[in-house]
Each structure stands twice: as structure tokens, then as C-alpha cells.
């Protein structure tokens, strides 16, 4: 399986992030998976946004639960990140991947490269 982040690489304050995870080699409704999103800022560790599982439910951390959309497009095995009212503390490396429920401790087994998006005006 290959995941394939993209999406623009400079967003201004205030308005939405919105990026795509292209899944090939397995489809996002195979059950037991669940299609998640973290983000690493410059000089920080890493941190997890949220999910949407095979079945479409979702689940985000709290932290960014009010200004945080993660949804699916089933007919071109994508799912995609939107994050709203960006400040500069939201400049990070984004990364896709997937949780595997069916593997030993729920594995993290496959990973997009990361791509940066820069909050800036």
C-alpha cells in the first residue's frame, strides 16, 4: 500500500488547510483500517490529528476537534484533512497513514512521505 499526501504548501491566517491522502493498493473501506492524519511543527514531536475509519466514522483529537474535518471520497480511494482558522502554530509537516487493527498493538503499517504546509501572509 502507498499513501500520497498533496495540497497547496502555503496557507494564510485565518483561512482553511485542506489536504488529500491518495490511497493505493488497498481500498479505504477494507475493514479494520483506519485512515489517519498527524502533523509534526519545526522542532516538535509528533502529533495525531485524527481519523476516519473504514467504515466513515471519525474521531479527532480534542485539542483540534472544533476546528478539524477529516472525510472520504470512496469512489477515488482518497480521504482528506481540512483544518480551519489556521494561525502560524499550525505550520507543520502533515503526514497520512494507516492503522491496522488487524496487526499486533493496532500497527501504524503504512505512511505517506509528509508534506509542509507554512502558515504565512
Known amino acids: 500500500v502507498q499513501l500520497q499526501e498533496s495540497g497547496p504548501g502555503l496557507v494564510k491566517p485565518s483561512q482553511t488547510l485542506s489536504l488529500t491522502c491518495t490511497i493505493s493498493?488497498?481500498?479505504?473501506?477494507?475493514?479494520?483500517?483506519?485512515w489517519t492524519w498527524f502533523r509534526q511543527p519545526p522542532g516538535k514531536g509528533l502529533e495525531w490529528i485524527g481519523y476516519i475509519a473504514y467504515s466513515g466514522s471519525t474521531y479527532y483529537s480534542s485539542s483540534l476537534k472544533s476546528r478539524t474535518s477529516i472525510s472520504r471520497d470512496t469512489s477515488n480511494n482518497q480521504f482528506s484533512l481540512q483544518l480551519s482558522s489556521v494561525t502560524p502554530e499550525d505550520t507543520a509537516v502533515y503526514y497520512c497513514?494507516?492503522?491496522?487493527?488487524?496487526?499486533?498493538?493496532?500497527?501504524?503499517?503504512?505512511w505517506g512521505q509528509g508534506t509542509l504546509v507554512t502558515v504565512s501572509s
Open positions: 493498493g488497498c481500498s479505504i473501506t477494507t475493514n479494520s483500517y483506519y
Open positions: 497513514a494507516r492503522r491496522n487493527d488487524r496487526s499486533l498493538g493496532n500497527a501504524l503499517d503504512a
